[in-house]
């Protein structure tokens, strides 16, 4: 049950949303619009389905990320219809409306079929998991471009009910952390870490918004790894945990990496580095700031960092010019934050024009300058990777005997969630307790 301060601002939230679509609709040409909330699919051959979250537009008015089946209808001047999947089912739980101030927003419909709801006349969308095919049968169009540009726009800049869930998400998601490092250090092994994870965070591994990343020694270095050990090596160098919450929707996505009892001296101060690097660079969020700039102060950053501890004999300028730093970092510096962890309309401006990454970092995922109300991630790394790194085995520029005695420890990554103000960066991640 959300608190009073907390169900006002959704209230505030819902008022402001039926304004800003009743604006994008008219300016559309479009009657109404019909969001799709989404179903969970079914393995290839088996009857056991996959994780399900609800579209991302449905979530930004339905703070119910586990609802398939639901469709919202939204016309300019009218209260907004929930058509709500309630069937009698002896299988499963029904699933049913919280007794929330929310509710009271929307005309409640329960029903037990799966299809749409039939559409009164007029022109109409619908946005969502849906084929054209289907839209065409109720007389609409399916996820037209203009109007899922504008809508998607709509949730760049967060409200001030949104702000207060992705600070509760983080804070739920920073139990876990301190709960898996704890354990990392008692001598667990990466199953041991994610199970204390979610215990500690109250959470199903199914309600991530995504899959935990719990990387112990060389499994830092692989930047999406996907797999939890269930024995504990020998020797603890390094814990690498990239992990989220959702809450009402709204996700926490938090890296930390911390040195264990067997960690080479060289590892701390780097992880100390990178760590100071991320707060330079989150100190210089403001509206106007092109996030491009940012990206490539990190590189900067890290050139430095590498020179300063002896991983390389080049300059810190050459390291980036020679692409060093982008093999000791191959992804972006972060990404907008929301109903989704990589959440849309990083690479496009405000105009719907697009904004492509830059030559030579393709994985930049934001692109865009920032503005007031934008959530963002930032999260510097340094890995060792050697399949990156090989290409210049042949140069002079690395020390080779440094990077190879650190490369069991996989790499560093610090990342935090930071709100972009007129006043400048309002850290999202870091509480007291932590």
């Known amino acids: 049950m959300p608190t009073p301060d ?41 009857d056991q389905t996959a994780s399900f979250a609800a579209f991302g537009h449905f979530l930004h008015w339905v703070p119910m990320a586990g609802l398939e089946h639901g469709w919202l209808l939204i016309r300019p001047g009218a209260r907004p219809t929930l058509y709500f999947h309630a069937p009698a089912d002896f299988w499963h739980l029904t699933p049913r409306l919280p007794e929330e101030a929310w509710v009271e927003a929307f005309e409640v419909e329960l029903r037990s079929e799966t299809a749409p709801p039939s559409l009164p006349a007029g022109r109409f969308a619908i946005l969502g998991e849906v084929d054209a095919e289907l839209a065409s049968s109720l007389g609409a169009e399916a996820n037209p471009e203009a109007l899922t540009r504008a809508l998607n726009e709509l949730r760049v800049h967060k409200s001030d009910y949104e702000v207060a869930c992705l600070r509760e998400a983080n804070r739920r998601a920073l139990t876990g952390h301190r709960a898996a490092r704890e354990v990392f250090l008692a001598g667990g092994a990466e199953l041991d870490c994610q199970l204390a994870y979610l215990g500690a965070a109250r959470v199903r591994e199914s309600e991530l918004p995504y899959q935990n990343i719990v990387g112990l020694n060389a499994h830092g270095g692989v930047l999406h790894y996907q797999h939890y050990t269930i024995d504990a090596p020998a020797r603890r160098r390094s814990l690498l945990l990239d992990g989220g919450h959702r809450y009402r929707g709204y996700c926490a996505d938090i890296t930390r990496t911390w040195p264990g009892p067997d960690a080479d001296p060289a590892f701390a101060p780097l992880v100390e580095g990178v760590t100071t690097l991320q707060q330079r660079l989150i100190a210089a969020l403001r509206p106007g700031v092109s996030y491009v700039e940012l990206h490539e102060r990190m590189h900067a950053g890290l050139g430095e960092l590498l020179a ?9 300028g050459a390291a980036v010019a020679t692409g060093i730093t982008r093999a000791f970092c191959p992804h972006g510096l972060g990404h ?45 790394g340094l890995y060792i990777i050697p399949m990156l790194l090989e290409r210049f085995r042949d140069t002079h520029d690395i020390d080779w005997h440094r990077v190879e005695g650190l490369a069991d420890h996989g790499g560093v990554r610090i990342e935090d969630n930071v709100l972009v103000t007129v006043h400048g960066p309002d850290n999202l991640t870091l509480h007291d307790a932590e």
Request: charged residues 20%; aromatic residues 4%; negative net charge.
């Open 336 to 380: 907008l934050l929301g109903l989704q962890v990589h959440d849309v309309a990083g690479r496009v401006a405000a105009d719907g024009s697009p904004l492509p990454p830059p030559a030579g970092h393709p994985a930049l995922r934001l692109t865009r300058e920032l503005e007031a109300g934008m959530v963002v991630t930032m999260e510097p």
């Open 308 to 316: 300063e501890h002896g991983l390389v004999r080049c300059s810190p």
């Open 6 to 46: 907390l169900a006002a601002a959704q209230g505030r939230h819902l008022d402001a949303l039926a304004r800003a679509y009743a604006k994008i609709l008219t300016a559309e040409g479009y009657d109404g619009v019909l969001l799709y909330s989404g179903h969970a699919h079914r393995h290839f051959g088996d």
